[in-house]
């Protein structure tokens, strides 16, 4: 028997505006900086606490968004392997997070955003919901599922080959169109 295996990389299609804001923010953030620096050495000539407050606002303002702008350039990666499902997400394709995995065996439900059952599924209380996709037009396909006594829902934009395997590992009446 083969092994099933298909890995997909989600991108963005618009990437004009989130590269736009990554070069705001850098620019924000070497201005902060500077600022910053100049307080510095102000808080050092002259001791005041409004010169101490700018410092540490601007230093904080720089250093928040110095981590924050490679969410600008996300990426989602899900990889399928014989009934397993890998998901991570990609900062400026330089640092990967890992977001989870499981066994598409274990799910409840699952199907394309467009079918009934999915707005069933997201209009019961207490679902946490996980969106890791990133165009919103794109192939969208949900798994609901269960978890310790509590209801959760993973949205993802996975290819038609990938919804296909998938398909052949779910239970028989899990896969909701």
């Known amino acids: 028997m083969m092994d099933s295996f298909k890995e997909d990389v989600v991108v963005s299609r618009n990437r004009l505006l989130p590269n736009i804001l990554y070069a705001i923010c850098w620019v924000f953030i070497v201005a902060l900086g500077l600022f910053a620096l100049l307080s510095f050495e102000m808080v050092f000539a002259a001791f005041s606490v409004s010169t101490l407050l ?20 996300v990426e989602y990666e899900y990889t399928f392997t014989n009934g397993s499902l890998d998901f991570a997400k990609v900062m400026r394709s330089a640092r990967r997070k890992e977001l989870g995995s499981m066994n598409v065996q274990n799910v409840s439900a699952c199907g394309h955003v ?64």
């Open 114 to 177: 467009a079918h009934e059952s999915f707005r069933k599924f997201l209009s019961m209380p207490d679902v946490s919901k996980k969106n890791w996709f990133l165009n919103r037009d794109g192939n969208l396909f949900y798994f609901y599922y269960e978890k310790e006594n509590k209801k959760h829902m993973i949205i993802i934009e996975p290819s038609e080959e990938m919804v296909e395997m998938i398909r052949a590992y779910v239970p028989a009446g899990v896969y909701r169109g």
């Open 54 to 73: 700018m410092l540490l606002l601007s230093g904080g303002a720089a250093f928040g968004l110095f981590l924050l702008k490679d969410n600008l350039k």
